[in-house]
Nanobody
Framework: QVQLVESGGGSVQAEGSLRLSCSIDGAEICTYRKNWYRQAPGQEREFVSNILSDGTTYYADFVKGRFTISQDNANNMFYLQMIGLKPEDTATYYC????????????????WGQGTQVTVSS
């Protein structure tokens, strides 16, 4: 059974920083895209950032220059370093992995963590 567990959320003041971690346990031997999403109260879940196995990264425009995604494949972890936090970054942050290959049995695999709350006060 695949399990993703986030940690590192909390409450900070504006311009503060936090580092979110996501541990991956039990994933099949597939190539995964590692993603961070967030969902604010009353809002839809939105993409924040992802990292591919080769280290290529993507960021939503609203976090560019402030958030950095990284991974530690040896320890099945990935991270989201957040600096310059703003009140509008307040949300539940979710880690997610979705498979992009290479085997047939890898198709459609998509796993979520339970979420970690980030609250930024002004």
């Amino acid at each position: 059974q695949v399990q993703l567990v986030e940690s590192g959320g909390g409450s900070v003041q504006a311009e503060g920083s936090l580092r979110l971690s996501c541990s991956i346990d039990g994933a099949e031997i597939c190539t995964y895209r590692k993603n961070w999403y967030r969902q604010a109260p009353g809002q839809e879940r939105e993409f924040v950032s992802n990292i591919l196995s080769d280290g290529t990264t993507y960021y939503a425009d609203f976090v560019k220059g402030r958030f950095t995604i990284s991974q530690d494949n040896a320890n099945n972890m990935f991270y989201l370093q957040m600096i310059g936090l703003k009140p509008e970054d307040t949300a539940t942050y979710y880690c997610n992995i979705d498979s992009i290959g290479p085997y047939t049995f890898c198709r459609g695999k998509n796993y979520w963590g339970q979420g970690t709350q980030v609250t930024v006060s002004s």
